[in-house]
């Protein structure tokens, strides 16, 4: 089983754990992220310190109440997510150890609150502010997903190294290494 193209033993019979978290946090791609997660937050200060100023005054009625709700909801989730930028990036820097990360990660909550694109008005809001609602939740879900993933390196690393891999494909390999004793 062993021979031939498909042979996945070498890997498994390393022993060696490739952790994604650690792997994309050392990436080009975990930089490009932070960048564009940090190049949100200027562009939604900006806006709402300029333009969105001039937006907000020229709505009416109920739509004033919205604009207020969402810049609020946009301005807490994207400090949530430069938190957890800043965390990873510290903790890739080495300015903060695995523990610090931890306990400085529990406290950044990434949780989306509805979104509003079903909201009554919603369409009535400035394009500006709905480009960056839209671009935040974007943005939210690439890195809830990356934390997931994260957490899982983390529970698989603290698990005891006996467990059957995750893997299907490797379960089933061992399954058959075992029943024909290769």
Known sequence: ????????????????TVLFGEKFQASQQFDQVFRQGMRLVEEAAAYLDGAGRIDAKALKGTSTVLYA??????????????????IRRALKEGE???????????????QAVGRPQHTKGYENLPEGLRNLIEASFALH????????????DTAEAEAEEDVIPANPVIQQMSRLRQAFGN
């Open 1 to 16: 089983m062993s021979n031939g193209p498909y042979a996945f033993d070498a890997a498994e019979s390393s022993g060696v």
């Open 69 to 86: 709700t969402e810049s609020m909801r946009l301005t807490t989730r994207l400090l949530d997510l430069a938190s957890w930028l800043l």
């Open 96 to 110: 903060i150890s695995p523990e610090d990360a931890r306990k400085k990660r529990s406290r950044v909550k990434l």
């Open 141 to 152: 879900d690439r890195i809830v997903q990356l934390d997931r993933a994260m957490a899982m």
